[in-house]
């Protein structure tokens, strides 16, 4: 198992939502097809046929806990991360 799909692994456990690291976090959006831009502080992850934009902000290189529950909740929504099995 590799580093995204432990990362994968630990989001969607929900056990360590304060404790994922920014750049990591970013790094899995972008694996799993999203496309980011940057306004200011704020990187907004867009993607294809899911209708939710990710807004991510970076607090002291983590993620915010809300913020990676709001990923957790796309995961899971749209039933992402078997993408991560095929590279």
């Known amino acids: 198992m590799g580093k995204y799909e ?21 790094q899995l959006l972008l694996r799993l097809g999203f496309e980011e831009r940057r306004r200011g502080s704020h990187h907004i992850f867009r993607r294809e046929r899911i209708e939710e934009k990710i807004n991510l902000q970076w607090d002291d290189g983590k993620a915010k806990a809300y913020q990676v529950r709001q990923v957790r909740a796309v995961i899971l929504k749209y039933k992402l991360g078997g993408e991560l099995e095929n590279e």
């Open 6 to 26: 432990k990362l994968l692994f630990r989001i969607l456990r929900g056990t360590s939502d304060a404790n994922i690291a920014f750049d990591d976090l970013r």
